[in-house]
């Protein structure tokens, strides 16, 4: 009998491994598609925040950016001396209308509490900040200019993590696991991502298809943030000289992963310009679609043991954070297996008995 099994070699499937290795345990991960071609993390713009609604989705961000910051000193190994996620950490700016402004204030006192070091301030004072935007609408902006958010670059931080595991023992196979009683293991870990429904059918998280375009513009606006405008759903942040835009229409049941470039023109470009004046002169350059892990019952994880297995034990569901929770997440799961409880940030609010029981627990701020 194995020790630890994870199914889905993903970025959760890799930090978990990455942890249990690190604490002693026996493991391996199944993984159907090792080129990653339609995993969700390659395809995801490598965001790392702290500013949400709920405490632990703040935890886990500030988590994230203590770990991103270690990863030359965690994630060496012989093979990987150098290892890097080629992390920008711009900040993130938040802007909301006056309809999402009253739960922006109630969201700024667990920043307080959580000691998350955002700043806020009206949307008529936000020109001293950042001159490039116009204002128009805005009610309030929250950002952070400390380097304690930002992005990386998933790809790589991925191959650290792989590569960090593989040298603490854990062993990669390649394997579609149709069912879950396949697998003989003391501990049997479920990662798969927008596909975890194939596995275990209680648990509401689905694909959702997203867009993102990669745009250039004659203006480079050196040290921009990632901006997530509340007023339309759009988001975009740098990406070299270029910059990446993702569209505020998802869709479930895609029939494939082609961009949607008719939003482009439609959508993107318009709330691009409107917030951003010098955007009016943007050229498309590319753009690609990826799946969401979406939580349908409350865009929330769902962590933890499956209480109607003695060994299953799951986490997805993380509807657009899925990389910046992965360190947390992976750490979370390590606690549980080995000592039965959260040591560190208490996730039991995540929990599987949540989504069986239909009680939603929703995280508003979804990009
Ligand atoms: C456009 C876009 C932008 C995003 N932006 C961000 C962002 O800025 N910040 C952020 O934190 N997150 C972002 N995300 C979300 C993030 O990518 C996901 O939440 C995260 O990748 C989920 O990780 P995962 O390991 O659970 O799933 P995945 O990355 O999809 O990995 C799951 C793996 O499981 C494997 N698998 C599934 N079923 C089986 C099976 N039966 N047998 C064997 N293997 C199996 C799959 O092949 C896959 O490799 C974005 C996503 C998209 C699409």
Redesign the pocket.
Known sequence: MDDVVI???????VSSAYFLAKAGRKVKV????PT?K????P??????RRQFLQKENILLGKFAREFIFQIPHLLKTKKNPNPTASMVPNGYLLLFGPEHAEEQYKALENHKICDAGTKNVKGSELSNYFSYINTKGIETATFTDNQTEG?ID?FLFHSALKSKAVDLGAEFIK????SLSEINAKIIIS?????TK??LEDIPVEPQK?T?FRVKCPTHISKMPLIGDLTTGIYCRPEGKEYLA?SPKSVFDAKDLEPAWEDFEELVWPALALRIPVFEELKLTGGW?????CNRLDHNAVVGKHPKFDNVYL??G?????????PGIGRALSELITTGAYQTIDISSMAVERVLGQKARPEPYVL
Request: aromatic share 14%.
């Open positions: 199914v889905g070699g993903g970025i959760i499937g199944i993984e159907k598609d990653y339609t995993a969700s993390f395809l995801s713009l490598g965001g790392f992005w998933p394997g579609n696991v149709k990662a798969a991502g927008c596909w194939e596995l997203h993102v993702g679609a990826g799946y969401y892990d986490a997805t993380f509807t657009g954070r899925g990389v910046m929770q992965a």
